[in-house]
């Protein structure tokens, strides 16, 4: 009799489940961010993020599924990779303080802060430093127009979370290290980002907008009058807000 070693067994099934509802213990544990957070400051929506901030209720089935947990998992790791990559390569980092915690900024008695993945602090020559440095990891048709537009044009998002975090960890002199590998086949594209003075500028505004919103107990305006929008297809908030009145 020949065996299908390729057929899915009802142990398989098992086993991913037993992870997924591993993955999903640990998601429930995780303590709720009570700030706004640098790393989306660069939504679009100022409403998504007072809705985030507050903690409104999320659309039903809005909530990330153990794949997609993976994936996030798997950002982080590859963060991980390339710090170890660029150490063998002869570049200096440091990611956290003489306390041993995070690199990061705090503004607005600690409601708006966000955590670097590094800074590159020396190395080969050609490059300058101190400088940012953040690591993302992007599926192919991503990877390939970050590769073609920039960081601008590609994620607007990251664009703002870079310029945030120039700003506030004064890394502002030197082009931050962009750093991107590609899901699928593992390449490496480095874009050094020139610090954006009125981006960092329109981005503290924002956050300060939200915050005092959230003080007064207004509701900020949607970022579109159209709730078919790419960016409201997708928000997890897209309930909630078109309820309102």
Not at 11 to 20: M, Q, R
Not at 38 to 57: H, K, T, V
Not at 138 to 162: D, I, R, S, T
Not at 199 to 210: R, S
Request: hydrophobic letters at 35%; one cysteine or more; glycine letters at 10%.
């Amino acid at each position: 009799m020949m065996l299908d070693f390729n057929s899915r067994s009802a142990l398989g099934d098992k086993f991913v489940a037993l992870i997924d509802k591993a993955i999903d213990r640990r998601a429930t544990g995780e303590s709720k961010r009570e700030y706004l957070g640098g790393s989306a400051i660069g939504e679009p929506c100022a409403r998504r993020l007072q809705y985030e901030y507050n903690g409104a209720d999320k659309d039903e089935g809005s909530d990330f599924e153990p794949r997609i947990r993976r994936i996030f998992q798997r950002g982080h790791e590859v963060e991980e990779w390339l710090i170890r990559w660029m150490l063998s390569a002869g570049f200096e980092m440091r990611s956290k303080d003489r306390d041993g915690r995070q690199f990061g900024f705090e503004d607005c008695e600690g409601r708006f802060k966000g955590h670097f993945d590094g800074v590159v602090t020396g190395g080969p020559q050609g490059f300058e430093y101190p400088a940012l440095f953040e690591a993302k990891c992007l599926g192919e048709k991503g990877f390939n127009q970050l590769v073609k537009h920039g960081v601008a044009k590609a994620y607007p998002k990251y664009a703002a979370q870079v310029a945030t975090y120039q700003a506030y960890g004064e890394l502002s002199e030197h082009p931050a290290f962009f750093v991107a590998v590609n899901a699928n086949d593992m390449r490496i594209h480095l874009e050094l980002v020139k610090f954006d003075p009125q981006l960092a500028q329109d981005c503290a505004n924002k956050a300060a907008t939200v915050l005092k919103a959230v003080d007064g107990g207004d509701t900020l305006p949607r970022a579109t009058d159209n709730p078919d929008s790419f960016v409201c297809r997708f928000c997890p908030f897209k309930g909630v807000c078109w309820d309102d009145t």
